[in-house]
Nanobody
Framework: QVQLVESGGAPVQAGGSLRLSCVAS????????MGWYRQDPGQQREWVASSTNSGAKSFGAPSFGGSLEDRVTITRHKDKNALYMKMSSLKPEDTGVYYC??????????WGRGTQVTVSS
């Protein structure tokens, strides 16, 4: 079992930045990859970005605004069992609940409870 706790979401004005954090605990040796996802009300959870244990990064193309690759920096600290995502040049359409997810070696996923990002214009 792996537990994930997100933090860092907050109200922010357009153009600002936020750093989201995710810390894993429990059977962290089972984690292959950690990533950030966003889910809007009534919509499916969509992949934003992820990092393997070795630091290889990849970015999704979520329907709510396309790839955020040019505006996010994702960092995996394996020793700290943590994943960070710095979001810059935030736009109102970045508003949503951001979830941390961990892909486990047994083919399952663990999820955090999410952190709310609200960007005002």
């Amino acid at each position: 079992q792996v537990q994930l706790v997100e933090s860092g979401g907050a109200p922010v004005q357009a153009g600002g930045s936020l750093r989201l954090s995710c810390v894993a605990s429990g059977y962290t040796f089972m984690i292959n990859r950690m990533g950030w996802y966003r889910q809007d009300p009534g919509q499916q959870r969509e992949w934003v970005a992820s990092s393997t244990n070795s630091g290889a990064k990849s970015f999704g193309a979520p329907s709510f605004g396309g790839s955020l690759e040019d505006r996010v920096t994702i960092t995996r600290h394996k020793d700290k069992n943590a994943l960070y995502m710095k979001m810059s040049s935030l736009k109102p359409e970045d508003t949503g609940v951001y979830y941390c997810g961990a892909e486990l070696t047994i083919g399952l996923y663990s999820w955090g409870r999410g952190t709310q990002v609200t960007v005002s214009s």
